[in-house]
Every structure is written in structure tokens, then in C-alpha cells.
T-cell receptor, first 114, second 116 residues
Framework: AQKITQTQPGMFVQEKEAVTLDCTYD???????LFWYKQPSSGEMIFLIY??????QNATEGRYSLNFQKARKSANLVISASQLGDSAMYFC???????????FGTGTRLKVLA | NAGVMQNPRHLVRRRGQEARLRCSPM?????VYWYRQLPEEGLKFMVY????????ESGMPKERFSAEFPKEGPSILRIQQVVRGDSAAYFC??????????????FGSGTQLSVL
């Protein structure tokens, strides 16, 4: 069965520093996608970055990059040069070719300190 | 803004009343998904619909919950005889195509349902 695990309920980072949010997944399907979403206190879900299981390179989107380690089944989100506006909940999600549903992790609450 | 529109943003109901949550997908999107988020938890899949069809409702409770996506108008998630345990944030998402492994979902801002 598909599963997403985020083991860090909360993280702190100093402004302008980098932070890594962990995500591990489990699926028997060779074709899958991994997504990260940000949920600020206002509640909306904001798409950040996507990584496909067959992608050769790690995905990057501005200050966001995804450290994809397929053998370890991990897809950690790296945020560089943290900003106060990065304080939010961050969710890792997976979609595989056997289902049309996202499976979400329980999230990591990030707090950026001034 | 042609994003996914959900209303109301906040909905308060007393136990036993009905709750109706509305979702208008992004323009050009014909696939709608409903998710539920309990406090401090991730989103849980409820139902996947296309126009006039329920494709997968495996995440929806068997009783009191129903969903529709008519040919015209928004998708509706309906909860009858609400109980306190139904209090949660309900998110709608849409996609242009049937979700594939690389199909990004666009989410609405959610409806926060509070049952008194």
C-alpha cells in the first residue's frame, strides 16, 4: 500500500539559512510522482515542486529543491535562504499510476526565526 | 482569478443540520476531488468526480455524505445530519485531465466546517 511519512512535526530555522524537510514514501508502483505543498496559516494549499519517479535530475523551483533519493525512497524538500514568509505547514504527497488520489503525509510545521 | 473557488469559507452548523459545500473548478478543468483535513493532520481523499459521474468515492463515509458534479454548476459536497466529528477543513481540488502521476492538483482555499 502507498504510504507517505513525514517524521518532523515541527522545525525551526533562522532567517536566511537553509532547511531540509524530510519525506519518505512507499509504493510498489514504478511510476509515481512526488509533490510538496505549502499551507500557510490562511489555509490554502500552494503547490511548490514536483518530482517524477523517472526524472534523472532533482527538481528545482526557485528557492525550493527536492533531494530525491530513489533507492532510499526519500524526497526531502530543501528551502534555501529562508524567509519569514516561509513559516507554514509543509505537506509531502504522492500519486502513483495505480490510483488517482494523492496520499498526503501528516505535515511539518516550519517556523522561520528573525 | 480563475482558480478553484470554494464557498463558503466558514460554515457553522448545529448537530443534526445539513451542510452543503460548493466548489467551482478552474476554468477548463473537468475533474474534481474532495479532501478532508482534520486538525494537525494531512489531507485525506474522499471522492473523485467528473462531470455528472462519481468515479471513486472510496474515501467517503458510507452514510450521511454525498457528492455531485452536475453538468452545469459547481460540485457539491453534502453532509446530512452533521455530528461534531464532521468538524474539519474540506478542500476541493481540480485538474484538467484525469490525475496521472505528474498531474498537479489545484486546490481551493477550503471550507472550514464547525459543528456545534
Amino acid at each position: 500500500a502507498q504510504k507517505i511519512t513525514q517524521t518532523q512535526p515541527g522545525m525551526f530555522v533562522q532567517e536566511k539559512e537553509a532547511v531540509t524537510l524530510d519525506c519518505t514514501y512507499d509504493t510498489s508502483d514504478p511510476s509515481y510522482g512526488l509533490f510538496w505543498y505549502k499551507q500557510p496559516s490562511s489555509g490554502e494549499m500552494i503547490f511548490l515542486i514536483y518530482q517524477g519517479s523517472y526524472d534523472q535530475q532533482n527538481a528545482t523551483e526557485g528557492r525550493y529543491s527536492l533531494n530525491f533519493q530513489k533507492a532510499r525512497k526519500s524526497a526531502n524538500l530543501v528551502i534555501s535562504a529562508s524567509q519569514l514568509g516561509d513559516s507554514a505547514m509543509y505537506f509531502c504527497a504522492m500519486s502513483d499510476s495505480g490510483t488517482y488520489k494523492y496520499i498526503f503525509g501528516t505535515g511539518t510545521r516550519l517556523k522561520v526565526l528573525a | 482569478n480563475a482558480g478553484v473557488m470554494q464557498n463558503p469559507r466558514h460554515l457553522v452548523r448545529r448537530r443534526g443540520q445539513e451542510a452543503r459545500l460548493r466548489c467551482s473548478p478552474m476554468k477548463g478543468h473537468s475533474h474534481v476531488y474532495w479532501y478532508r483535513q482534520l486538525p494537525e493532520e494531512g489531507l485525506k481523499f474522499m471522492v473523485y468526480l467528473q462531470k455528472e459521474n462519481i468515479i471513486d468515492e472510496s474515501g467517503m463515509p458510507k452514510e450521511r455524505f454525498s457528492a455531485e458534479f452536475p453538468k452545469e454548476g459547481p460540485s457539491i459536497l453534502r453532509i446530512q445530519q452533521v455530528v461534531r466529528g464532521d468538524s474539519a477543513a474540506y478542500f476541493c481540488a481540480s485538474s484538467r485531465e484525469r490525475q496521472a502521476t505528474n498531474e498537479k492538483l489545484f486546490f481551493g482555499s477550503g471550507t472550514q466546517l464547525s459543528v456545534l
